[in-house]
């Protein structure tokens, strides 16, 4: 072998060893002879869990899809794979319960893609006219493969416009009902009547349609019935005032409370009042809204007083939940999924809250609420958090860039620094009241007969 002059003094780092070659014309398989049983290990993280109160550095290790142990130290073994996160933050994957996905006109946006890129695992998309198509449609997406987990709400007028009466479309939503008396007074669709019980609320929409006093009352009473989540568009106070008003004692949700302030200070303060004054009454803000911005151009800007009031609410403790309301570059609502992570860090840096409860808004607390509207503790057990044996759907952030490094769904990475990993394609699931789905199976009639 001829021998080389050292011209470059500079010593150049060793790759890691993942990577395929050749050497002596023979191919060397890196992940040959690995262990089928590997886990990912990401080190020296600061992991921020709501669930578990818990803020410190920490290694945190994931296998078959859920967290399997945090700890000071996790020693990795053979074919782990490792992720150094020194200096970002580890936690929960946002849980967004009001994020609209396919259902807007936004046919040119990559909407699931949007918003995984930016730390959202899970969401909850409140169309604004769904009908009880919407889950068969919905699941059908999914089937073909997700990069997150998705749950559909049913539009109030698709509920309350069919044939049948409250006590039938009560025991529908609660799979109850006969279906031959479905396929008479609902839908002649089978598809429809197995799929649309699966949703997760009612979402009534007065940018769209004003359901009248008795409708209002309708809504929250079959909502009620049937545990699910009973939103209302939230935009005029007179309006928000009705719904709680017919709702008589049953629970409202009061979508995007904050977009209120675009009519002023007086009617955003009404519809607080609302909130802090009803048990029955809870809300949400937009993360958007809450920016030193006070909005997007594109959408809508509200006043400083009003984001102030909006920060003062928090501190209070009578809203506690912040939602998205829309992927990047859609057509405009009232915020954007791209300003979760930094409205959060805000909020931290503006002494709002410390970063558990921070982080908490996007969580925790939306998982407690629909624990308990639905009544089924799964929510808490399953989502937003990081304790062991929770799924493992998490967001990796540097707080330097206030972006998403890593985003990870049931375990899977799905997004690394705003792109997209096709292998995650998949790993998202349904979204139910009483739990999350690998699949819905509509996407697979016409290819596969599985042996019962």
């Known amino acids: 072998m001829e021998a080389h002059t050292v011209r470059f003094k500079q ?6 060893n993942v990577i395929a070659h050749v050497r002596n014309m023979e191919l060397v398989n890196p992940f040959k002879d690995i262990p089928e049983n ?3 290990v990401i080190k020296r993280g600061r992991v921020i869990d709501p669930f578990s109160n818990m803020d410190k550095v920490m290694d945190l290790s994931i296998w078959g899809g859920k967290i399997l142990s945090v700890r000071e130290s996790i020693e990795a073994a053979r074919g782990d794979a490792i992720i150094d996160a020194e200096g970002l933050m580890v936690v929960p994957g946002l849980f967004d319960i009001h994020l609209h996905l396919y259902d807007l006109l936004t046919f040119h946006i990559p909407i699931m893609e949007e918003a995984v890129v930016h730390g959202v695992t899970t969401g909850l998309t409140p169309g604004a006219a769904n009908s009880l198509r919407a889950p068969s449609f ?25 044939n049948a009466s409250d006590r039938e479309l009560i025991a529908f939503m609660r799979g109850e009902l006969d279906e031959n008396v479905g396929l008479q007074k609902i839908s002649r669709s089978r598809f429809t009547l197995k799929t649309a019980p699966l949703a997760v609320g009612i979402k009534d929409h007065a940018a769209h349609f004003i359901l009248s006093e008795e409708n209002m009352k309708r809504a929250a009473t079959i909502a009620a ?10 935009q005029c106070s007179s309006y928000a005032e009705e719904i709680v008003k017919w709702a008589e004692g049953r629970p409202v949700h009061l979508g995007h409370a904050d977009a209120t302030g675009t009519a002023g200070e007086k009617a955003y303060r009404a519809v607080l009042d609302l909130i802090r004054n009803n048990d029955h009454v809870t809300g949400e803000l937009t993360t958007t809204l809450l920016r030193r911005s006070r909005g997007d151009r594109d959408g809508i800007v509200i006043s400083e007083a009003c984001r102030e009031l909006s920060l ?31 409205a959060i860090l805000d909020l931290i840096e503006l002494g709002v809250f410390d970063p558990i409860n921070a982080f908490a808004m996007m969580s925790t607390n939306p998982a407690r609420l629909m624990s308990k509207v639905t009544g ?17 759907d998490i967001a990796v952030i540097n707080p330097l860039e206030r972006e998403v490094v890593y985003t990870f769904v049931n375990g899977e990475m799905v997004a690394f620094e705003g792109r997209i990993i096709k292998k995650g394609y998949g790993a998202g699931g349904f979204v139910t009241r009483f739990g999350i789905l690998p699949g819905m199976g509509v996407g697979e009639v016409t290819r596969i007969k599985r042996v019962q």
């Open 11 to 16: 010593p150049i780092a060793e790759l890691p």
């Open 38 to 40: 590997t886990k990912l």
């Open 138 to 162: 919905l699941g059908s997406e999914l089937d073909r493969g997700s990069l997150m987990n998705m749950g559909v709400y049913l539009g109030a007028l698709g509920v309350l416009g069919q």
């Open 225 to 234: 019935e049937s545990k699910l989540l009973f939103m209302s568009h939230t």
């Open 312 to 342: 003062s609410i928090l501190k209070e403790g009578v809203i506690n939940i912040l939602v998205s309301d829309a992927p990047s570059h859609s057509v405009k609502g009232f915020g954007d999924v791209k300003d979760s992570v930094p």
């Open 376 to 392: 089924q503790e799964w929510w808490l057990k399953e989502l937003g958090s990081l304790a062991e044996g929770s799924r493992a």
